[in-house]
């Protein structure tokens, strides 16, 4: 065990810090200089994504933050309408399914019990054809699907999903990105976009670099019972997989909001004792994000604020800290601050002393409904 381990202390460590190899080898051979390779998604893929006016993408837990990270992402660069659910839910519901729709399920393990009888409910249900993203290509999932983009994120042993999660979000940039060229995304726009990406790895190693000042920031959460993530378009699923990570790990009731939802109710919560941690890209949405943080800072409530390098933001906004991230270009950005969330619920979880690696009452994989 420690051998595997190696230098870092936990599992869960280790994987963090594996990401950028992880998202490398997921793209590897599978995006050039001059964009997505062909045949990526299997050779029966062509006919299928020429055709496809419609997305439900359906997963679990982690998997799921990244189907809604794959949502902004896919009706921006190609205009198909995308909807995302959990797949308890969606195996249930007495779901619409419009012509030329494409089944997406979204697994590490590829043994998830309602994922996978959310696909086998699919194939009931008249779409297109089904397509998994999946770490494990021998899985159920993966077996059982018509397309497939596997991510090369190697064994996850902690059970708080980590690189799986930034190489599903890779795959998803992958299919984004080729869903576009086919939907008719400027040509300039695409290339650009494939070279943000191709530069992913990179900008997720530098964020790595951000985790002593994480470690400081770790301390202030100690003591505390509860915590409140903002993020805002792409980045509120990055606030929800936030909260997830520290709630599963460090047992603090943690929940995300999009940020302009502040006022609808959770501001009623906001006080000393309440830490609020804020993904601030750099981008139009910024200026808003910023008016949501006054508002915190007006109640009392502790700010700590991970911001793009290029975003303008005075030291004043956030009072307990503000670290700087270069999240690259809007498309990876969502990628790249994932990063220090995973890094601060791991920190908060040691030094509240929890098993990392096996928090209470969690399953890697659950096979059972
Ligand atoms: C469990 C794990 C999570 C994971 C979820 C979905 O809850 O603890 O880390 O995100 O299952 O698992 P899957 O293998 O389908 O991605």
Redesign the pocket.
Known sequence: DSVERGEYRHYMQKEIFEQPRAVADTLEGRIGPHGVLPNIFGIDADPILDKTRGIHIV?????YHAGMVAKYWIEELARIPVVVEVASEYRYRDVVVPENTLFVA???????AD?LAAMRESRRRGYLATFAICNVPESSVVRESDLRLMTRAGPEIG???TK?FTTQLAAFALLALDLGRRRGLDGARYLDHCKELQSLPRYIENALKSEPEVLKIADHFINKQHALFLGRGAQYPVALEGSLKLK?ISYIHAEAYPAGELKHGPLALVDENMPIVAVAPNGPLLDKLKSNLQEVRARGGELIVFADERAEMDTETAHVATVRVDGGGDLIAPAVFTVPMQLLAYHVAVQRGTDVDQPRN?????TVE
């Open positions: 997963a679990c837990g982690t998997s979204v697994s590490q393990s590829g043994e998830t994922t059970v708080a999903s799986a599963e969690l399953a890697k994989s659950v």
